[in-house]
T-cell receptor
Framework: RKEVEQDPGPFNVPEGATVAFNCTYS??????FFWYRQDCRKEPKLLMS???SGNEDGRFTAQLNRASQYISLLIRDSKLSDSATYLC??????????????FGTGTRLKVLA | EAQVTQNPRYLITVTGKKLTVTCSQN?????MSWYRQDPGLGLRQIYY???????DKGDVPEGYKVSRKEKRNFPLILESPSPNQTSLYFC???????????????FGAGSRLTVL
């Protein structure tokens, strides 16, 4: 079982729809959480960090559930330009003073006109 | 412009011919890392560096070497490339590698390597 798991999709949604992705992590020592966006054949770019209290950035809302060990991303009013792969990432301590980012394999979103 | 620069962006080579993929960042970041991305496997860490002269293996270090002689540069060396190293490679950096708020990763544009 992978340490960070995501549904690979694709999620095909019409413009204007609301779509939600979940990402589960298995190591309870995970401390920091992120969503990255990756366009086809391009580098991942930070979409948003995920804070314990949840956070919102325009049409995007991220939530963290430590008890159930998952993070979520909600996209409201989907745009064609939201079509991309969304990677979740966690950061955790692996040894004294050393930390590691672990990425999920990504969830592919296609927004259809 | 703050960025991570990788070169070459595209490379086709043959088995056994040593190559180096360079990575440079201009943000004075302490932490740097190399990943490879393969379909269905996601981003897997090859090597990382917490600071100058401090490097360590990631999840898939076999067949790769790195060095961190200067803060800004973190080259990835394939001493004897093999076809299973055909992949999309990303270099990334962050201000610090710890759990502070400064640990967001910035990625380079990627290097697509094909080994025949």
């Amino acid at each position: 079982r992978k340490e960070v798991e995501q549904d690979p999709g694709p999620f095909n949604v019409p413009e204007g729809a609301t779509v939600a992705f979940n990402c589960t992590y298995s190591n309870s020592a995970s401390q920091s959480f992120f969503w990255y966006r990756q366009d086809c054949r391009k580098e991942p770019k930070l979409l948003m960090s995920v804070y314990s209290s949840g956070n919102e950035d325009g049409r995007f809302t991220a939530q963290l559930n430590r008890a159930s060990q998952y993070i979520s991303l909600l996209i409201r009013d989907s745009k064609l330009s939201d079509s991309a792969t969304y990677l979740c990432a966690v950061n955790r301590l692996i040894s004294s003073g050393t930390y590691k980012y672990i990425f999920g394999t990504g969830t592919r979103l296609k927004v259809l006109a | 412009e703050a960025q991570v620069t990788q070169n070459p962006r595209y490379l086709i080579t043959v088995t056994g011919k040593k190559l180096t993929v360079t990575c440079s960042q201009n943000m004075n970041h302490e932490y740097m890392s190399w990943y490879r991305q393969d379909p269905g496997l996601g981003l897997r860490q090859i090597y990382y560096s917490m600071n100058v002269e401090v490097t360590d293996k990631g999840d898939v270090p076999e067949g790769y070497k790195v060095s961190r002689k200067e803060k800004r540069n973190f080259p990835l060396i394939l001493e004897s490339p093999s076809p299973n190293q055909t992949s999309l490679y990303f270099c990334a950096s962050s201000l610090q590698g710890d759990l502070s708020g400064a640990n967001v990763l910035t990625f380079g544009a990627g290097s697509r390597l094909t080994v025949l």
